[in-house]
């Protein structure tokens, strides 16, 4: 099956400056990679999803790239806030909407110093 | 109008017991699924669900069972709890051929 390696498990920036989480997956087969924020005691949401037919795909202030070849997916997080803070989920998965669940990484906590 | 709930919100029991979490979506959805969080953070997939097929995570022992009474719910009993089964489950609901899985609330199991 398919195993998601996540990292680092804690990162830690300044308020305004860049985060960067990277994730590499094992199935070549898998073409659904969402990413997932998680604030304390709440549930997970997604925050940003790229296919495998992209290479690169924007939302403000959050960017995710995607390496088939290597295998290998990032989050990018430029100007960081305080709301930022929160454990980010990065996931693959062989369908979209198809009955075999995501497999998540085991997650960043992202701490934003004021 | 919650997308997806799940109850309880907390469940504390004791070890030996049979529990069991409900979870419903409005969304009209037709895959449903149940995760496990443990105390690491870690989520896990359980269990995937639609009206063709029910995927099992090879990892997860026959103690745990969904069952939908129709498209709308997919509720996870649990039958001799143990205290490793301590952790907090989330329901999530996706429509075929769709991208965003919606999570439930979650519900915090506590065993002792």
Redesign the interface.
């Known amino acids: 099956g398919e195993n998601v390696e996540q990292h680092p498990s804690t990162l830690s920036v300044q308020e305004g400056d860049s985060a960067v989480i990277k994730c590499t997956y094992s199935d070549s087969a898998s073409n659904y990679f969402p990413w997932y924020k998680q604030e304390l005691g709440k549930r997970p949401q997604l925050i940003i999803d790229i296919r495998s037919n992209v290479g690169e795909k924007k939302d403000q202030r959050i960017a995710v790239t995607l390496n088939k070849t290597a295998k290998h997916f990032s989050l990018h997080i430029t100007e960081t806030q305080p709301e930022d803070s929160a454990v980010y989920f990065c996931a693959a998965t062989l369908r979209e909407g198809g009955a075999d669940g995501l497999t998540f990484g085991k997650g960043t906590h992202l701490i934003i110093q004021p | 109008d919650t997308a997806v709930s799940q109850t309880p919100k907390y469940l504390v029991t004791q070890m030996g017991n049979d529990k069991s979490i409900k979870c419903e979506q409005n969304l009209g959805h037709d895959?449903m699924?149940w995760?496990k969080q443990d105390s690491?953070?870690?989520?896990?997939?359980m269990?995937?669900?639609?009206n063709?097929?029910?995927?099992i995570?090879e990892t997860v022992p026959n103690r745990f069972s969904p069952k939908s009474p129709d498209k709308a719910h997919l509720n996870l009993h649990i039958n001799s709890l143990e205290l490793g089964d301590s952790a907090v489950y989330?329901c999530a609901s996706?429509?075929?051929?769709?991208?965003?899985?919606y999570?439930?609330?979650?519900t915090r199991l506590t065993v002792t």
């Open positions: 895959t699924y995760y690491k953070k870690f989520l896990k997939i269990f995937s669900y639609n063709k097929e029910l995927i995570n989330f996706t429509r075929q051929g769709a991208r965003e899985q999570f439930g609330p979650g």
